[in-house]
């Protein structure tokens, strides 16, 4: 029998080409797009999986606290005091790891360089995360200071071979290491992301500061590994007041978090998790599976559509014995061969659209075609989707009167089965019309944050790293390039203007409380020429000058941080920053430093020698860019030629904050165009059903003097009511949806009625379309062949 039904499947589907071409292309189509966002969901899901028990490692965070113990935000980054602390006082501690990610760091063999992403760590790491070794061994690969495990595409890059075990490399123009490890490359799936690992005892050995332990320098991350069975809410509560024993100026309060949980549920109010990138996953689960139904929901329409020209069909076989049991088989049968036809042609598509995903998104899907659970996964959805899609058909096509067919007569089952199509029909617009006014509301959202003032002249602005000689020839290099012509000013400071990238609190000032020193203020350390580079705004004040010696102690604030301190004459107040005097000399407008919808934080900028890491430039607007960037390049290799020149321009810097409101918006714009042409298919199966049951009628009205324009016009209107129909079931929906996402930003656009009434008419007029070419072929058909036709 199952022979039988293949057979049967095979040629209904080669009968009917067009009908089979657009069933298997619009299945296809929601295949793939459910696929490959449940790939994405895979992917998100499984971050920070890579350990070796991944029930039992976590992340240890740290609750900020004010003067009345109440939580005022939530860090996961922590002090380099804490893992080695916990290892020796709690037993429940298995393993224990400081890790200190380095960044960009220049790494060389003698014959080649370049620059990977570096870390720092203890070797506990290595037994919290499962690396996979290629060479070396993980038991000792950390054991000699001088080591560096490097990944394969690194030894590769650098190399040119991944046999590089003892072979020795020059690190950041400073110390000669000895490769004791090769491991495979990282998944972007991971918190602690590198190139290339150095042991802990190594980062003290270069950088000085590190080898005692602090309480107040929140640059690093600590990751741990419990013992089976410990209790996490007791440990919390043992380890809730750590910091302050074993230092009375720190009053953060430790807890432990589950790292695999972290990505997704990193959002946290008064030192609970609330949600974080879990919603963003939750949309598009639901993105997912609401392309598939209508999918679905389309094969739907167009196998009822064509049910007339199958009654003869299930008529004789009824009448020959064929129970309806039979029947459903045979169409189930037809439906998941359609299916697993969709189902090649989806995974071809997933192929083509992976790499621009991954580029959109910055990660790495990939089908694993070696992984059965792969196959499982994609066997169930098959399974699913042919039975939804099939099931409808299968159940109303078996349920005819073989005694009503075969005489012809009318053998509709009545009105619930015209009903539900419209009702799916529905359904699809709705779900179509929702995503339509969900992509124009984000791209008006992005469109107001991008022009928002930034505060400062973003244009001509360009920064690089300041490394290597860079740190002990930067007057030398300023002198340089201002004579060079190339820029008219530049600054060396600890962090780019463009993003948020340091804070502190304890800072006192004349009327501060103790409940002031919780105060969350973002940081910056440079020198002079700040406010001359950026062309920020000053409202009170002066920039740090040369002309005052008194400036090596100065301080300029925004004015976000003048409201919080309350001072109705900033300039010349002392203040108290990180335990020393500092005097205020300056106070300039808010400018965007964190998020463009954002509130700005209290901003200040500290002039302190030595603390550098960013220098940013103003090129000369007199000279081509080019010219500018080339005479850069050369002046910086002369004195820095260890190093590579990168030069960014800080309004691509700016630009990049966008970048997750505008992945929605495309996410959103292409998914709302693949509802709409799947949903148009639907409407378009719909408009040949009701065309074919109305052959007869429409024969009639043409004997009788009806018009083409007056026909299209029956038979296009009941579509259209379904469209408007679904246009008032959905425009609520959206709205309220989306000001629900719009109240996440502190500054925001809002639905006007124009986006509204742009996606009804764009939506009715995209329906219209659909249905024309069904309405005008019916109309313009020989009255004479109607009338032949029952």
Not at 195 to 206: H, K, Q, R, V
Not at 448 to 465: A, E, H, S
Not at 688 to 707: C, D, F, M, P
Request: aromatic share 10%; glycine share 6%; net charge positive.
């Amino acid at each position: 029998m199952f022979k039988l039904n293949f057979k049967i499947a095979l040629r209904n589907i080669w009968k009917n080409k067009t009908s089979s071409l657009i069933n298997i292309s619009g299945l296809a189509i929601g295949l793939a797009a459910c696929l490959l966002l449940l790939l994405y969901v895979a992917y998100e899901w499984n971050f920070d999986g890579q350990t070796f028990d991944p029930s039992n490692t976590y992340k240890v965070l740290i609750n900020n606290v004010d003067a009345n113990k109440k939580v005022t935000s939530t860090w996961q980054a922590s002090t380099n005091a804490i893992a080695p602390l916990f290892k020796s006082e709690y037993p429940e501690v298995e393993e224990a790891a400081r890790i200190d990610g380095a960044g960009l760091k220049l790494v060389a063999n003698g014959r080649k360089s370049l620059k990977r992403t570096a870390c720092f760590a203890d070797a506990d790491i290595l037994r919290i995360y499962k690396y996979t070794f290629t060479s070396g061994d993980a038991k000792s690969a950390m054991e000699a200071p001088n080591s560096i495990i490097v990944t394969e595409s690194t030894a590769k890059d650098l190399f040119g071979t991944t046999d590089v075990l003892n072979k020795s490399v020059h690190f950041d123009d400073k110390v000669d290491l000895k490769i004791t490890g090769v491991i495979k490359d990282l998944p972007k799936n991971t918190s602690v992301f590198f190139d290339f690992l150095m042991p802990w005892t190594l980062n003290e050995a270069l950088n000085n500061w590190i080898k005692e332990p602090s309480w107040g320098n929140f640059n690093y991350n600590t990751i741990v590994r419990m013992a089976p069975g410990t209790d996490i809410n007791k440990f919390n509560l043992s380890i809730k007041g750590f910091m302050h024993r074993h230092n009375q100026y720190a009053d953060g309060q430790l807890l432990v978090f589950p790292l695999s949980k972290l990505h997704l549920y990193s959002t946290f109010v008064n030192g609970v998790s609330i949600g974080g990138n879990i919603e963003q996953l939750r949309l598009f689960m639901g993105l997912a599976i609401g392309i598939l139904l209508i999918a679905c929901v389309n094969f739907m329409n167009m196998a009822t559509a064509k049910s007339e020209k199958r009654a003869k069909e299930v008529g004789i076989k009824k009448t020959i014995g064929a129970t309806r049991r039979s029947l459903i088989s045979q169409f189930l049968m037809e439906s998941l061969v359609l299916t697993i036809l969709s189902s090649v042609l989806a995974i071809v598509l997933i192929e083509l659209c992976i790499p621009v995903f991954n580029n959109l998104f910055d990660t790495s899907l990939r089908i694993n075609y070696s992984n059965s659970f792969i196959w499982l996964g994609l066997f169930a959805v098959i399974l699913l989707t042919g039975l939804i899609s099939g099931s409808y058909p299968a159940f109303y096509l078996s349920s005819f009167n073989p005694v009503q067919i075969l005489r012809k007569r009318n053998f509709k089952t009545g009105l619930f089965s015209v009903n539900l199509r419209q009702v799916l029909v529905v359904g699809q617009f709705s779900f179509a019309i929702i995503l339509i006014i969900a992509t124009i509301v984000i791209y008006k959202q992005i469109q107001y944050i991008k022009n928002r003032p930034i505060g400062y002249d973003i244009n001509t602005l360009v920064q690089m790293p300041q490394e290597g000689e860079l740190y002990g020839k930067y007057n030398l290099l300023k002198d340089r390039l201002i004579r060079s012509g190339a820029v008219t000013s530049l600054y060396q400071s600890s962090g780019t203007i463009a993003n948020h990238t340091s804070s502190f609190s304890g800072m006192e000032w004349k009327g501060s409380t103790e409940a002031d020193k919780g105060i969350n203020f973002s940081q910056i350390a440079t020198t002079y020429d700040f406010v001359k580079t950026t062309g920020l705004k000053l409202i009170a004040g002066r920039d740090f000058s040369e002309k005052f010696a008194s400036d090596s102690a100065a301080l300029l604030i925004n004015t976000t941080a003048l409201k919080l301190m309350n001072l109705a004459d900033p300039i010349g107040q002392p203040v108290n920053y990180h335990g020393n005097k500092f005097t205020i000399v300056g106070v300039f407008r808010d400018f965007i430093q964190d998020a463009p919808g954002s509130k700005e934080t209290p901003l200040v900028v500290a002039f302190t020698k030595g603390w550098g890491g960013v220098l940013t430039m103003r090129l000369n607007p007199a000279n081509p860019v080019a010219d500018n960037l080339a005479t850069i390049e050369k002046v910086v290799k002369d004195i820095n030629p260890a190093y590579p020149v990168e030069l960014t321009f800080v309004d691509q810097l700016y630009a990049a904050k966008l970048k997750a409101q505008q992945q929605l918006g495309v996410l959103s714009n292409m998914f709302g165009g693949l509802a709409i042409f799947i949903s148009c298919l639907g409407l378009f199966g719909l408009a040949a059903y009701s065309a074919e049951q109305r052959t007869k009628e429409i024969g009639v009205r043409k004997i009788l003097g009806a018009s083409v324009s007056s026909l299209m016009q029956l038979l296009s209107l009941s579509f259209l009511k379904m469209v408007g129909f679904a246009i008032i079931i959905s425009v609520p929906v959206a709205t309220y949806l989306m000001n629900n996402w719009l109240n996440g930003f502190d500054f925001h656009t809002n639905v006007s009625w124009m986006v509204v009434l742009l996606t009804a008419v764009g939506t009715l007029a995209i329906a219209l379309l659909t249905v024309s070419y069904q309405a005008y072929k019916a109309a313009n058909a020989n009255p004479v062949d109607a009338l032949k036709y029952e």
